[in-house]
């Protein structure tokens, strides 16, 4: 009877269920023969439950339960692996580019990788501290006191040489976060760390507009010609949205002393006039800034292009054009890939007549873009004409179009996606669009402006019936009529309602679960 089996079970491994060894094959047989037991003592007490209804029955099956799991647990394949191939999950468990992550967590959290791996057996963690990979990335966050603890105690101060030593001689991605303390105390803080500069390949920098100057002599300055191998440098700065750009008293030229410096973000309230930047040998460039009135001018970004034979990849929050500077030459580009413009709304009226984008768009040829995104606030000026003769030069090899501006009529946007023939993915935001303007995008094959869309987003006030979204929905996923030119299958679509929506709801479009059931991923949010 179920009644008469002993809920205590003594295993015959004891010694392997808190312990990682790989167990020998008596060990095996007693573990599978022990849990082919235990399976009919629960199928026992599972009919003892529906028949008596006790309680105390049903703890007893989870007691059992619990003894099963841990010894499956110990004939799991995971004890066996390799000790290569589980440093290779465990490197593959970090994420995909650790210092991308804004705002800065703790990355000394015991709960997050690497240090999560590093304590859940002997084995793993002689693994763990065996793979430097592993411990290449720092993530610090410099606050007086943050979780528990003071970022700049001693004990602090011997985690960060701690962890670095752990590296052995890979190369280190840091990722600093001075915004919230002072970098005078931190920087001692910092020391074991700056020993290692010459390790530095990437490097996050985030602070406080006010500690622009000290940043630019205080750490640039002490590590002038220590970082020559750093490839990738980002600074951000916070919290300025409305604060005045602070005064660097000389030129910011801290980055000609990096030769193998072939990235480079700014986000930081410095009017583009104030850098000095090593353009010959950078692949990629950013300039963006919270403040419009330092904003890369028109003639600056001419510039920087003309002057950056090796870019691959620029993008700048564009001003207006500078009436006291004179125009750079047309530039012909023959590398870069990826163009991203932002256009602020414009503050300067005296800039206004000359304050559009079609200086720019009129003076770039660059017959490698692959991926364009352009941004417009409202309240700038815009040109059609010069943005369509753009694309007629350089728009027949895009594969990815981003154009967001409410000041753009949707008939004028569909003309230029027609002059993007191989498309993949596009994302536009329009001002209104409702059902005729949808069906201009591709319900009648004939006349599809991007035939090898793929990946579709759309944003603004969007005014569509359930039956001109199901009838899209139709024609690009499954498109009969090939015509001259193929018509590939969409993938996914997304449309972020800002105004509007109120008639289209995911859950109510005819065959939906079919289209996500064959792969088609569809998303509507709506702030309705």
Request: aromatic share 8%; charged share 20%; proline share 7%.
């Amino acid at each position: 009877m179920a009644s008469d089996i002993p809920i205590f079970v003594t295993s015959p491994i004891p010694q392997l269920l808190a312990s990682n060894p790989i167990p020998s094959d008596d060990e095996r047989y007693a573990t599978h023969e022990l849990i082919g037991r235990l399976q009919n003592t629960m199928t026992a007490i599972d009919g003892e439950m529906l028949r008596s209804l006790l309680m105390g029955k049903e703890r007893k099956r989870w007691a059992v339960h619990e003894v099963i799991h841990r010894h499956k647990a110990v004939l799991g394949p995971v004890r066996t692996l390799a000790p290569e191939l589980l440093a290779e999950i465990f490197l593959h468990t970090l994420p995909s580019d650790t210092l991308d992550l804004y705002p800065v967590p703790d990355g000394f959290n015991p709960w997050k990788i690497p240090l999560l791996v590093s304590h859940i057996s002997r084995k793993w963690r002689n693994v763990a501290l065996g793979t430097p990979r592993l411990w290449s990335t720092l993530r610090i966050f410099f606050k007086f006191r943050f979780a528990g603890y003071d970022t700049l105690s001693d004990s602090y101060v011997a985690l960060i040489s701690l962890w670095a030593s752990r590296s052995g001689t890979c190369d280190l991605g840091v990722c600093l976060d001075y915004h919230d303390a002072s970098l005078q105390f931190s920087s001692l803080a910092l020391r074991p760390l700056t020993d290692l500069s010459h390790r530095w390949r990437k490097m996050v920098l985030i602070f406080s507009p006010s500690l622009l100057q000290t940043i630019r002599t205080q750490f640039f300055g002490r590590l002038e010609g220590r970082m020559p191998n750093l490839e990738e440098l980002s600074l951000i700065s916070t919290h300025s949205l409305f604060r005045p750009p602070p005064s660097i008293n000389s030129v910011f030229d801290n980055f000609h002393t990096n030769p193998n410096l072939r990235r480079l973000c700014l986000h930081v309230e410095v009017p583009s006039s104030e850098l000095t930047l090593p353009l010959q040998q950078l692949t990629t460039l950013h300039l963006y800034t919270r403040l419009v009135s330092v904003c890369a001018t028109i003639n600056n970004c001419l510039e920087i292009l003309g002057n950056s034979p090796n870019l691959v990849e620029f993008g700048a929050q564009c001003g207006s054009v500078d009436p006291t500077v004179r125009l750079p030459e047309p530039v012909y580009h023959h590398n870069l890939q990826t163009l991203q413009i932002m256009a602020p709304k414009n503050w300067s009226r005296h800039q206004r007549p000359r304050g559009g984008l079609q200086v720019l768009f009129e003076r770039l040829t660059l017959p490698a873009l692959e991926d364009l995104g352009v941004y417009v606030h409202k309240d700038r000026r815009w040109d059609d004409c010069s943005f369509s003769d753009f694309l007629r030069r350089n728009g027949g090899g895009l594969l990815k179009v981003g154009i967001k501006g409410e000041i753009m009529a949707f008939d004028h946007i569909i003309n230029y996606l027609h002059l993007t023939p191989l498309a993949t993915e596009v994302d536009i935001k329009v001002e209104t669009m409702d059902d005729e303007d949808f069906y201009k995008f591709g319900t009648s094959m004939s006349e599809v402006p991007v035939p090898r869309l793929q990946h579709l987003k759309i944003s603004g006030g969007i005014y569509l019936t359930q039956e001109a979204f199901s009838r899209f929905l139709k024609a690009r996923w499954r498109p009969e009529d090939q015509g001259a030119a193929p018509v590939c299958r969409l993938q996914s679509v997304e449309v972020f309602c800002d105004r509007g929506g109120e008639d289209l709801h995911a859950d109510r479009i005819p065959n939906i679960l079919s289209y996500r059931e064959q792969g088609l991923s569809i998303r509507i949010y709506s702030k309705n």
